[in-house]
C-alpha cells in the first residue's frame, strides 16, 4: 500500500499532549482537511494503513499523558481510580497493535503518536463504518483472523478513499 508508516505526516500541534490525550473526541485541521483522532488499536490501524499517508496524520504522543483504569483489591475492601499510564503499560498496547497488524500482514506502526484520519471524500465517517461493517459481516467465519478483516477494510478504504 505505502513505502511504509514514516510516509505518513507528522503534524505539528502548538497542544499535543491536549490532542493526544483528550478523553473526548478530537479533531484537527491540517492542510485544510479535518481529521479525526482514531482509536488505539490493531482494527483502527488497519484502517489508517488502507487509507494511506494521503488522508492520516500524526501527532507525537507520551505514555504519562494518558491515564489507565487501576482496580485494587486488599482483603474484602476493594477500589478502583485512575493512574499515569506507564511505559509498561504502552508495551501492553503496542504489542495488540502491532500483533493484529502482523497477522494481517501490515508492518508494525511506531511508537509514540496519536493518529488522526481524514474524512472519506467520498460518502461520509457513517458510511465509511457502515461499508467495512457490511464487509465483515460477509466474512463467513464468527471470529475472521486479522487478515480477513483486513481485506474487508482494505475493500472499503479502497471505496470510499479513492485509493489503489
Known amino acids: 500500500m505505502t513505502g511504509g508508516w514514516a510516509d505518513y505526516a507528522l503534524v505539528d500541534v502548538s497542544d499535543a499532549r491536549g490532542v ?3 478523553p473526548g473526541p478530537v479533531t484537527l485541521e491540517h492542510a485544510g482537511r479535518e481529521f479525526r483522532r482514531v482509536g488505539d ?3 483502527y490501524m488497519t484502517v489508517c494503513w488502507w487509507a494511506g499517508p494521503g488522508h492520516v496524520v500524526r501527532v507525537r504522543d507520551e505514555p504519562q499523558w494518558h491515564t489507565v483504569r487501576i482496580q485494587v483489591s486488599r482483603g474484602d475492601v476493594s477500589g478502583s481510580g485512575h493512574a499515569l499510564r506507564t511505559e509498561a503499560d504502552q508495551d501492553l498496547i503496542e504489542e495488540d497493535v502491532n500483533g493484529f497488524l502482523a497477522e494481517a500482514g501490515i508492518p508494525a506502526r ?5 493518529w488522526f484520519l481524514a474524512s472519506p471524500p467520498v460518502g461520509s465517517w457513517a458510511s465509511l463504518w457502515r461499508v467495512i461493517a457490511d464487509n465483515e459481516r460477509a466474512i463467513p467465519f464468527r471470529a475472521p483472523a486479522a487478515g480477513e478483516t483486513s481485506v474487508a477494510i ?3 478504504v479502497r471505496r470510499l478513499y479513492n485509493v489503489g
Open 20 to 22: 493526544a490525550a483528550d
Open 154 to 156: 482494505e475493500s472499503a
Open 110 to 114: 511506531p511508537r509514540g503518536y496519536v
Open 41 to 43: 488499536t490493531g482494527w
